[in-house]
Nanobody, 125 residues
C-alpha cells in the first residue's frame, strides 16, 4: 500500500517561491517503483497535470504553463518527491496533489493509483 502526504503549501505573493514535498509511507524499494506526479485543481476547475518524474528520476515531464518556473525532483532514500516553484503567478493558485503510478509518467489523472490529500497554494496579486 502506498500512502502519500503533501506539505509545504501556503500563501505567497506574485513572483515568490514555494517548495512542496510529498512523502510516501512505504518502503524505499516500493517508492522507487513509482513515477510521481503533481496535479493541481483550482476552484471550479478539473484536476490539471503539472509535472511528473519517472520512477528512476531519469525523465521529467512538465506542463507548458510551468516550464522554466517549476522543478520536480525526488529522493528515493527519503521516499520524497519535491516541487520547487519559482516566479509564482495568481493563476498558480490551486490545491496541489501528488500522485503515484508505476514507472512512467502519464498526464491523465485517471492513470494514477494513489493520491495524497492535497496542499493549498495561494498566490496573491
Amino acid at each position: 500500500q502506498v500512502q502519500l502526504a503533501e506539505s509545504g503549501g501556503g500563501l505567497v505573493q506574485t513572483g515568490g517561491s514555494l517548495r512542496l514535498s510529498c512523502t510516501c509511507a512505504a518502503s524505499e524499494s516500493t517508492f522507487s517503483l513509482y513515477a510521481m506526479s503533481w496535479f493541481r485543481q483550482a476552484a471550479g476547475n478539473g484536476r490539471e497535470f503539472v509535472v511528473g518524474i519517472s520512477s528512476s528520476g531519469g525523465r521529467t515531464t512538465y506542463a507548458d504553463s510551468v516550464k522554466n518556473r517549476f522543478t520536480i525532483s525526488r529522493d528515493n532514500a527519503k521516499n520524497t518527491v519535491y516541487l520547487q516553484m519559482y516566479n509564482l503567478k495568481p493563476e498558480d493558485t490551486a490545491v496541489y496533489y501528488c500522485a503515484a503510478r508505476p514507472v512512467i509518467v502519464e498526464v491523465a489523472s485517471r492513470e494514477y493509483d494513489y493520491w495524497g490529500q492535497g496542499t493549498q497554494v495561494t498566490v496573491s496579486s
